[in-house]
């Protein structure tokens, strides 16, 4: 019973460079959600996604990318990595508003 | 629309002594209320949820909070801190009308020897 499998857990990036972060769920859940985590900040939500093909954007989309062909995955993807980037990453996944979410261990993501 | 405000920033307690860690909602519908505790370099468990039930809920380690409809109020509390409590806490609204959690900045909580 993994949950929400996160990779990498960390990763160094030059300015400019792209990655992606992987997220995987085995509980058959329709809602992920992908939150960045600044010092002080709590939680920002950056997409989301409410089922396989739909994704929408959070409160901080700018610079980053989803997609959702299946309802286990939901990879993020950064392009051009900026210094503003520089975070803390979480993925959740959950069964609706009203249900609690499970969360990956979470990426710790450096732009340098 | 729906908004989260968790009142401290940092709560320092002495072991032993109880916790009180404040927070306030906003909802346009009946909401649900979620408190989340991050240990750190961990990421997010579940401390216990609100979800129109029981207004006093009770949640794991001792934990618990009391929803205050009147006060959009849904603080959480524990009798007697343990080192072990120490950690970033966060307040969570969501449900009714959005399926999009809400989270709150978080409370650090510091538990002194």
């Known amino acids: 019973n993994a949950g929400v499998t996160q990779t990498p857990k960390f990763r160094i990036l030059k300015i400019g460079q792209s990655m992606t972060l992987q997220c995987a769920q085995d509980?058959?859940?329709?809602?992920m959600y992908w939150y960045r985590q600044d010092p002080g900040m709590g939680l920002k939500l950056i997409y989301y996604?409410?089922?396989?093909?739909?994704?929408d954007k959070g409160e901080v989309p700018n610079g980053y990318n989803v997609s959702r062909s299946t309802t286990e995955d939901f990879p993020l993807r950064l392009e051009l990595a900026a210094p503003s980037q520089t975070s803390v990453y979480f993925c959740?996944?959950?069964?609706?508003?009203?249900?609690?979410?499970?969360f990956g261990s979470g990426t710790q993501l450096s732009v340098l | 629309a729906q908004s989260v405000t968790q009142l401290d920033s940092h709560v320092s307690v002495s072991e032993g002594t109880p916790v009180l860690l404040r927070c306030n909602y906003s909802?346009?519908?009946?909401?649900?209320l979620f408190w989340y505790v991050q240990h750190p370099n961990k990421g997010l468990q579940l401390l216990l949820k609100?979800?129109?039930?029981?207004?006093l809920v009770k949640g794991i380690n001792g934990f618990e909070a009391e929803f205050k409809k009147s006060e959009t109020s849904f603080h959480l509390t524990k009798p007697s801190a343990h080192m072990s409590d120490a950690a970033e806490y966060f307040c969570?609204?969501?449900?009714?009308?959005?399926?999009?959690?809400?989270f709150g900045r978080g409370t650090s909580l510091i538990v002194h020897p």
């Open positions: 969570v609204v969501s449900g009714g009308g959005s399926y999009i959690p809400t």
């Open positions: 909802s346009s519908y009946s909401p649900s």
């Open positions: 959740a996944s959950g069964g609706g508003g009203r249900e609690k979410l499970f």
């Open positions: 996604s409410v089922g396989a093909g739909i994704t």
């Open positions: 609100y979800t129109s039930a029981a207004t």
């Open positions: 509980m058959n859940h329709n809602y």
